[in-house]
């Protein structure tokens, strides 16, 4: 089975960064889409953090996550002192 034939047209819409996500599609689809595209780009970032050994540390002064922040906000990127 190819892999358009196995994910759903609006699936692979959404996933792809050369195709939009469809006209026909309403506000709130689209809006999913876009969140779910940046919780994947989060998680993502995170897994490359874990590759280089970052993971778990304030990307702006360096200072370790507690635990319990990392087990509810996996993705963090920042200490309580530089989160947005």
């Known amino acids: 089975m190819s892999e358009s034939e196995s994910v759903p047209p609006v ?3 959404i996933l792809s960064e050369d ?3 469809l006209d026909h599609e309403g506000t709130d689809e689209r809006a999913e889409a876009v969140r779910l595209r940046a919780e994947l780009d ?3 970032s995170a897994l490359a953090r874990l590759d280089d050994g970052t ?3 304030c990307q702006v002064c ?3 996550l507690a635990d319990e ?6 993705q ?3 200490c ?3 989160r947005a």
């Open 76 to 78: 963090a990127t920042a």
């Open 62 to 64: 360096g200072t370790a």
């Open 19 to 21: 195709r939009p996500v």
């Open 42 to 44: 989060d998680v993502e």
């Open 11 to 13: 699936t692979t819409a």
């Open 55 to 57: 993971y778990g540390t």
């Open 69 to 74: 922040f990392l087990a509810s906000s996996p």
């Open 80 to 82: 309580a002192d530089h």
